[in-house]
């Protein structure tokens, strides 16, 4: 033993590591908050619990030279038409430069790869919960993969995802939707499956808050298309497609359930398509005379932005914005 005038030398090191900090002894602090007080600490504070309250970010992908899928056979890039894509771009900007004039924030996805044709359509490729993402795996083939820029994009933002799905679960964000603060409903159909709903019912029980699955009729695309909600007391629904336990649902939480004058056609398809950016306003597609009057009688406010040009690729302003934040309960 090193001595200094008879006593031992305070520096020397014991071989022993029992009782040092990283082993829980002296100087060890016990992380004591739960996950969902993290939110707005060590977490970005991003959530949603409604669909209604007032909406204050989003993510976007702004489209380019991917767009030229659709000149050759659309429907090989699950699109309706060819598309002008200088002019699909311009109202994109648009659509942007009014999220911004409203105060909401716009993050965009930015891919370093190549982007899939379809990339612009965020709301597909994951949905917020009240505490984190649930990242999406889209149904078609040739959207495999888009997920993984979206999965990026919130992690540099500081959005926990909790659940990425696996086995042969498909699932896309427009398939779920928020009734009240504890409960999603979900629509099983074409892309997202059984598998799906199983794993993210599992996600959902774990923090609280329950989940209702519907069947979604044959020949249809999201449960996006069947219902919107505009206010805490006010669903818009498309008759004769929306599942009867959807509007029983709804009504048993106190909404009134509203069909505006829907046909089978790409007006009644963009009217839908609309995203809500507050109790009783809405972004919509410009130009729909049947369909905007009727939401004002609903004393609704409707923001327009052209999109006639982006909603040849079948989606509109509801499919382009992957709603990342509101205000919560």
Same mark, same amino acid.
């Given at each position: 033993?090193?001595?200094?005038?008879?006593?031992?030398?305070?520096?020397?090191?014991?071989?022993? !590591?029992?009782? @040092?900090?990283?082993? +829980?002894?002296?100087?060890?602090?016990?992380? &004591? %908050?739960?996950?969902?007080?993290?939110? *707005?600490?060590?977490?970005?504070?991003?959530?949603?619990?409604?669909?209604?309250?007032?909406?204050?970010?989003?993510?976007?992908?702004?489209?380019?030279?991917?767009?030229?899928?659709?000149?050759?056979?659309?429907?090989?890039?699950?699109?309706?038409?060819?598309?002008?894509?200088?002019?699909?771009?311009?109202?994109?900007?648009?659509?942007?430069?009014?999220?911004?004039?409203?105060?909401?924030?716009?993050?965009?996805?930015?891919?370093?790869?190549?982007?899939?044709?379809?990339?612009?359509?965020?709301?597909?490729?994951?949905?917020?919960?009240?505490?984190?993402?649930?990242?999406?795996?889209?149904?078609?083939?040739?959207?495999?993969?888009?997920?993984?820029?979206?999965?990026?994009?919130?992690?540099?933002?500081?959005?926990?995802?909790?659940?990425?799905? !696996?086995?042969? @679960?498909?699932?896309? +964000?427009?398939?779920?939707?928020?009734?009240? &603060? %504890?409960?999603?409903?979900?629509?099983? *159909?074409?892309?997202?499956?059984?598998?799906?709903?199983?794993?993210?019912?599992?996600?959902?029980?774990?923090?609280?808050?329950?989940?209702?699955?519907?069947?979604?009729?044959?020949?249809?695309?999201?449960?996006?298309?069947?219902?919107?909600?505009?206010?805490?007391?006010?669903?818009?629904?498309?008759?004769?497609?929306?599942?009867?336990?959807?509007?029983?649902?709804?009504?048993?939480?106190?909404?009134?359930?509203?069909?505006?004058?829907?046909?089978?056609?790409?007006?009644?398809?963009?009217?839908?398509?609309?995203?809500?950016?507050?109790?009783?306003?809405?972004?919509?597609?410009?130009?729909?005379?049947?369909?905007?009057?009727?939401?004002?009688?609903?004393?609704?406010?409707?923001?327009?932005?052209?999109?006639?040009?982006?909603?040849?690729?079948?989606?509109?302003?509801?499919?382009?914005? +992957?709603?990342?934040?509101?205000?919560?309960?």
């Amino acid at each position: 033993m090193n001595k200094v005038a008879g006593k031992p030398n305070s520096n020397a090191k014991s071989s022993s !590591t029992f009782g @040092a900090s990283a082993y +829980g002894g002296a100087g060890w602090v016990q992380r &004591e %908050k739960a996950h969902g007080d993290e939110l *707005g600490g060590i977490w970005a504070s991003h959530k949603i619990d409604s669909e209604w309250r007032p909406l204050q970010a989003v993510i976007v992908h702004q489209p380019g030279d991917e767009l030229a899928a659709s000149l050759g056979d659309p429907d090989s890039v699950l699109m309706l038409e060819p598309l002008d894509i200088a002019r699909a771009r311009e109202q994109h900007v648009a659509m942007v430069e009014a999220y911004e004039k409203l105060g909401v924030a716009v993050h965009h996805v930015m891919p370093t790869g190549a982007p899939a044709p379809n990339q612009m359509f965020c709301a597909d490729l994951f949905v917020m919960t009240p505490q984190g993402a649930i990242l999406a795996r889209p149904a078609g083939q040739v959207r495999a993969g888009e997920e993984r820029w979206v999965a990026r994009r919130l992690a540099d933002l500081g959005v926990p995802i909790l659940k990425t799905l !696996t086995g042969e @679960a498909t699932f896309e +964000g427009a398939d779920l939707m928020w009734l009240d &603060e %504890k409960t999603a409903m979900i629509g099983r *159909g074409h892309r997202t499956n059984q598998d799906a709903i199983e794993q993210i019912t599992t996600v959902l029980a774990e923090i609280g808050c329950e989940m209702l699955a519907v069947d979604m009729p044959y020949g249809t695309m999201h449960f996006m298309g069947m219902l919107r909600i505009a206010d805490r007391d006010l669903a818009i629904c498309w008759p004769r497609r929306t599942p009867v336990a959807t509007v029983k649902a709804l009504e048993a939480r106190g909404y009134e359930v509203v069909c505006p004058p829907y046909e089978d056609d790409a007006e009644s398809y963009r009217a839908m398509n609309f995203v809500t950016l507050g109790p009783r306003k809405i972004m919509m597609a410009a130009g729909l005379a049947r369909f905007q009057p009727f939401f004002e009688q609903h004393g609704i406010h409707c923001v327009t932005v052209a999109t006639d040009e982006l909603s040849k690729a079948a989606g509109n302003i509801g499919c382009l914005t +992957g709603v990342l934040g509101r205000v919560t309960k």
